[in-house]
Nanobody
Framework: QVQLVESGGGLVQAGGSLRLSCVAS????????WGWWRQVPGEDREWVAD???????GYRNSVEGRFSISRNSAQSTVHLRMDNLRPEDTAVYYC???????WGQGTQVTVSS
């Protein structure tokens, strides 16, 4: 099993930056892909970015060029650097890994206009 703990959320003004972190524990050697998802109340959870074990990354169109995902394999940690934040980025952000598919508890990001 894998356990995930996120940190780094908070309140920021539009145009500001935040860095989310996710620390994995347990059977981390099994993880092939790390990712970040987000969810707004009443809406489906949506994929934001991911990074494969080999370093390949992917981003949803609306965050491309503003967000950057990185991984520190030695510390079993993945980060999401978010720059030029917009009010529409406001959501609960969840760390995700696979396999096995595992979710963190979520961290709130609020961007004020």
């Amino acid at each position: 099993q894998v356990q995930l703990v996120e940190s780094g959320g908070g309140l920021v003004q539009a145009g500001g930056s935040l860095r989310l972190s996710c620390v994995a524990s347990g059977n981390t050697d099994s993880i092939e892909k790390w990712g970040w998802w987000r969810q707004v109340p009443g809406e489906d959870r949506e994929w934001v970015a991911d990074i494969h074990r080999g370093g390949l990354t992917g981003y949803r169109n609306s965050v491309e060029g503003r967000f950057s995902i990185s991984r520190n394999s030695a510390q079993s940690t993945v980060h999401l650097r978010m720059d030029n934040l917009r009010p529409e980025d406001t959501a609960v952000y969840y760390c995700w890994t696979s396999p096995p598919q595992t979710w963190g508890q979520g961290t709130q990001v609020t961007v004020s206009s």
